[in-house]
């Protein structure tokens, strides 16, 4: 799914607490969707924060997306050890 320049600023002034859908995740830390849903199921030490929000839905709180992107270990769902980062 591909977002606007303007659609990616809107999520850029999100407040930290707001959550965001897996497409709109993507698109803010410039990552294909995809990637995003494997870092879940294959490598969760290297996947931001998530939530599961019902049954069947992800969503990302874009406070842990800024962490993330940031490179803080706050915004990871598995915080990276001391050998590894």
Known sequence: M???AERINELVRLEDDALVDTHEAAAFLGFK???LLWYRNRAPHCSPKFKHVG???IRYRMGDLR???NGDPSGYQVPPTASEG
Do not use: D, E, I, Q
Request: hydrophobic fraction near 35%.
């Open 33 to 35: 969707s995809g990637t």
């Open 2 to 4: 591909k977002f606007s």
């Open 67 to 69: 962490a993330f992107a």
């Open 55 to 57: 049954r069947r839905s």
